[in-house]
């Protein structure tokens, strides 16, 4: 017979190994979320980009705390994208990112590591170091949008 | 007579120095950027407070990441709320904002310093410290809320 304490103990388990989706009270929460995130990503990374392509005047403190941000917030976007989000609010994502998720995961997954290069580019203050990093974070970013987001 | 360096130096100056606003190229884009910093922080915050309020089983280690999320976030709105953004996209944002701007930075700097000491009180891993915490912080976000943002 289970004790107390161990039903208890199960049931609390049972409630934390929730899925990501389960964060979310209903998909319109998800998908304002994820789309919020990949927002103030796009708005970070966009300064850093900025300063690669020369529309904004170079600045290295400011390219690294942009670059920081973004890459903080390009961890998050991902959990809104559970099971059953794929509608219930204004979305471009298509059905392939739940039909061929492996490969959704794997392009969210290198956009991230890119990110991560990209902080460190902008950490050596070498603005040419940094064009070579806003290319390839760009084309992880572009990748997933040609591949999951309706135009 | 300025010799051509300086007058540079003083154009990359003056570029540098540009408000926060010019940090965006349409009000729209201020509105949508700041309006994805609150509901990104928002989330985050909210699943500390659902702990704090026995909604989510308490994990400490989840309410400590998930406060220093909200945290990093509370440092961005502000720069959304630049002159000119009062319009160009559907907003809340009351006229006070910019009438009354010392008032609304001081609100927007008292919920930053409660989300820094909500930080720390997750790092305790103690639920009732954290619930203090989660009070002071919700107080400072239902404070601004209710000078600066319509119903």
């Given amino acids: 017979m289970k004790s107390i304490a161990s039903i208890i103990l199960a049931a609390a388990a049972a409630a ?3 899925p990501a989706s389960a964060q979310f009270a ?17 708005t970070h990374f966009g300064r850093v980009a900025g300063m690669a392509n ?3 005047p170079f600045d290295a403190k400011v390219a690294a705390d942009n670059a920081a941000i973004a890459e903080t917030l390009s961890k998050l976007p991902w959990a809104g994208f559970g099971e059953g989000t794929d509608k219930g609010a ?12 492996a490969k959704f995961k794997e392009a969210s997954e290198k956009m991230q590591g890119e990110m ?8 050596t203050g ?9 290319g390839a974070t760009g084309g992880a970013c572009k990748a997933c949008h040609d591949n999951f987001r309706k135009e």
């Fill in 116 to 123: 991560v290069k990209l902080v460190a580019a902008t950490k």
């Fill in 90 to 101: 204004t979305t471009r994502a298509k059905p392939e990112i739940w039909t061929d998720n």
């Fill in 54 to 56: 020369g529309r904004i």
């Fill in 126 to 134: 070498n603005l040419d170091t940094i064009k070579t990093a806003v």
């Fill in 16 to 18: 934390v190994a929730v």
């Fill in 26 to 42: 209903k998909p319109e929460d998800a998908i304002k979320y994820r789309q919020s995130a990949l927002t103030v990503m796009g």
